[in-house]
């Protein structure tokens, strides 16, 4: 029980701050001796965040439900409709371009969780994106093109790997794409959803081999609430300084955590 609620808490935390959770989550299982029964305890608690999205945005999520029939017959220009439809065009995109590529390369993506050291270097690449990153319009999110959603979802494929982080990859992905800071992070948390509950669901195959280990269905649950109440904090505290300025101190940390790891692992 213990175990879950500090991954939770490193989860919840590190999930939608720029410093990539699965790395977080793998630092923090190796540091602590914790066996990993597949990929279940990430996926329980990747789906405590997603609670976290849900309650946090669930004003945005009932607009694009509401906008679901546009898809089918679209508004007039001008409608306010027209802005939720775009947004949920932009998502769907972004769902169908990571969820391709993460089933083509399961294979390859699975084993990248076996090694810290791969996830500290693909931590401070996470840095270089995120010292790099600009803010290059400020479109908002209702102004979404599909495009847009494609290339976010491309980012966020990428960021399946350890140590890329997704809200990191993403964000920069949509201020390349024109979208402002805060409204590029609105969009990248919308778009993890999907792509969190799909990999969320993958990896309950391996729930058996997890309570062999001990990992039973009440402390992955327990792992999830406290995963969804750090992760609310880290949204709201995201979200307040991207208002603020850019996300360079992120960065810096991402580097030292990494060069960390590499020093006091083999």
Known sequence: MLDLVILGLVQGLTEFLPVSSSAHLLFAEHYLGIARP????????????????VWLFWADI?????AAPALVRPPAPG?????????????????????????????????????VHGAAYQLMATGVILALMRERGTRAARQASVAD???????????????????????????????????????????????????????????????????????????AVV?????????????????????VWFAVYCWAAAVAVLATTR
């Open 38 to 53: 597949g990929l279940v305890i990430e996926g329980v608690l990747h789906l405590g965040t997603v609670a976290a999205v």
């Open 149 to 223: 959603g494609a290339a976010m979802g491309l980012a966020q494929a990428v960021a399946i790997l350890p140590g890329i982080s997704r809200s990191g990859i993403t964000i920069a992905a949509g201020l390349f794409r024109g979208l402002g800071r805060a409204e590029a992070a609105r969009l990248s948390f919308l778009m993890a959803i999907p792509a969190i509950v799909g990999a969320g669901l993958f990896s309950l195959k391996d729930a058996t081999e997890a309570a062999s280990l001990g990992y039973g269905p009440v402390e992955l649950v327990v792992g």
């Open 227 to 247: 995963a969804a109440g750090s992760g609310a904090l880290a949204i709201v505290w995201l979200l307040d300084i991207l208002r603020r300025g850019r996300l």
């Open 79 to 115: 409608d306010p409709r027209d802005g939720d439809r775009r947004m949920l065009l932009a998502i769907l995109a972004a769902t169908a371009v990571t969820g391709a590529l993460g089933l083509a390369f399961a294979g390859p993506l699975q084993r990248t969780f076996e090694s």
């Open 62 to 66: 009932v607009r694009l439900l509401r």
